[in-house]
């Protein structure tokens, strides 16, 4: 009877664990895939909560791009909507989109929010954001600070600065009767506020032998500066010392280099020629967007600009012999070149003698561009991508930005500081996530 009892229990107990196995194999599995879900899930959400940040980003670079092309007075150019004083702008980058409005103080107050479709929801409708549910996506804000984009005190390169002949570096102030005269350089007014910058980490990244530098210097980090039997320094130290004086380089350069846009796509005038007073023009350019091709000014040759205009030169541009370019008094011109630039000669009459009346913008295939014109460069110089040499032997009066920089012929450079108060460029300043 024992036996039969034993075996009837075991058999039992058998069948127990037989119907429990499956139960409990279906439990582990069933928690295993929930727990598998919730990291997919998780993961999902944390790729959607990070790809905010890039579209969030296109928004700041959008509003940035629209304050540096219509400043503060026109933001509701280019599709922007005005609401309490505020405009705002929306766009599409895939299932992902943007928000970011611009507060028209000064500096400007950007707000941007990234949307990314969050894991489980239908992928948006594109063009109908305006009816999205906003709960389907994945959102990021952030409030960005300005301040004004600073010209970078004179000379400002990715690669190396070169005096190749001796020459100075000094600065005015064209706004303030204290450091100008009629808002005119005077060496007796002359500031330190001149500044050598690049990014480079070479030996010898800034060559000034035998330069004055009335104002500071800096380097990439491990790059150095050659001065020889020159100066850096304020005022006072130039006057009697060489070498570089205590607190006036740096070594931790790193500047950000920003693309030049084109200026416009549509809208724009071809400018033809003209006979303005005795003189036959070239070009006349009117107030407002022009385009050209090619443009090479020879002997006889000549360009002016009339009034407020902004001209895109889409090829090569070039000024030689007795060919110039003509900015009239109350007049201003931004020369936008997609491909070398050479101006020699006569070179480039700012008749304004105001550095804000002129700037060059080198696109990114701009490579090139050299100055050795007769008459003083007054202006600015933005070719990111460009190798730039200047012999001007009348010197220049404003600020340049390239790629590499070369000063031939004991060149003397002159840096408006007011041209960090006219430009409508800004950076970002700080940023904060809300």
Known sequence: MNLRTNRLQLQGNVLIVTLLTPIVVSIALASYMLLVSNENR???RTLAWTSCIPTLEAGVE??????????ITNLAANGWVSANGVFTKERTIGDSYYTVSIEPVDPPVIYSTGYARAPMTRPAQLGMLMGTNPSHYARRKVRVLTQKARSGGGLTARGSITFRAGGSLDSFDSSDSKFSTNGKYDPAKRRAGGKAATNSNASDAIHAVSVHIYGTVATGPGGTVTVGSGAVGDVAWNASQFGIQTDHSANDA????????VPFTSGYWTPAGGLIGLTNYTYVVAPGNNKLGDVNLGD????IVTGDATVHVDGNFSVSGSGFVYIAPGASLKLYVGGTAAVSGTGIINGTENADKFSFHGLNDCTAFSYTG???FIGSVRAPYAAFTFGGLAGAFGSFVADTIILDGGANIHYDESLDTTSNGYVVASWNEL
Not at 62 to 71: C, D, F, K, R, V
Not at 254 to 261: G, S
């Open 374 to 376: 007769s008459s003083p």
């Open 42 to 44: 998780t993961t999902m």
């Open 254 to 261: 790193n500047i950000e280099f920003v693309d030049e846009q």
């Open 62 to 71: 959008e509003a940035l791009t629209q304050i540096y092309y219509n400043g």
């Open 300 to 303: 006889g040759q000549a360009m």
